[in-house]
C-alpha cells in the first residue's frame, strides 16, 4: 500500500501544524493505521497550489469559493478529496477498518459537526489572533483578509466578553457528554464527533499562550484537557 498524501497548513510553530480541520484527518488516518505523508503549504499559498492539483473548492459563508486544506490524495485508488468531513467518509468507505461512524452514526455526526461550530464559534476573536501571530507575515496578512470577512477586526478587544462566550459555549457542549455513560459523546463509543471536539482543542492548545491555554483547561473540571489528552491516545497521537 501507498502512503496517502495529506496538505496542510504551515506555520512558525514547532512541528508546523496548527489547523483543526487538516488535524481532524491525521487522527482519523492515525487511528486507522493508514501510512500517509504531509505536504506542508504556506497558507497563503494554499488556494493556487491545491488549485493547481485539482482539488475541489469549498463554498465560504459569503458564498465565494476558495480551494483549501485539508486536501488528501489517495495514490491507491486515485481520488483527490477536500474538506475534513468528506476526507473522514472517504477514508471510512475505502478503509473500513477500525470504524469512525460506528454503528451507522455518519448522518448523526454530520448534523453534530455544524452544530459544533455554531457553538463555538462566536468566541473565536481571540484565537484568531493567536493564530495570526503565528504565521508568517504575508500568511498572517492573508489570514486576516480571510476571516475578518466572517469575524470582523478588531480581534485584541473586548477579550474577557470573548472568554466569556467561549467558556458558555463549552458548558453547554459538557452537557452533551454529561448525557452520555461514558467519555465520549456516543458513551464508551469513540467516533468522529471525538475527533471534530479534540481538534478543536488541539488548534487552542497550539495557538494560545500558556496560561490563556491553563483558562480552558480548567473549565468543567479539566474535561477539555482530558478530551484532547484522551482522542490523541486514541489514534495513537500521544
Known sequence: MLPLVLYDAMSNLPGNNF???????????????????????EYSDIHIAMKSI??????????????????LSDPNTGALITDSLEIASYLEKTYPEKPIFPNNSEPLIRTFDPAYMSLIFPGFKPLYLRTMEALSPASAKYFIGVRSAEVPLPWDVNFDADWKLLEKAYNTAYEWYQKTDGKWIMGDTFSHADIIVACQLLWYKRVLKEDE?????????????????DAKKECNLA
Open 54 to 71: 485539482g482539488a475541489k473548492p469549498i463554498k465560504r459563508r459569503d458564498g465565494s469559493e476558495v480551494c483549501t486544506v485539508p486536501v
Open 213 to 229: 491555554w491553563a483558562r480552558i483547561s480548567s473549565w468543567n473540571g479539566g474535561k477539555w484537557a482530558q478530551v484532547l489528552a
Open 19 to 41: 489547523s483543526p480541520n487538516p488535524a481532524k484527518s491525521r487522527f482519523v488516518l492515525s487511528y486507522k493505521d493508514i501510512p500517509f505523508v504531509t505536504i506542508w503549504v
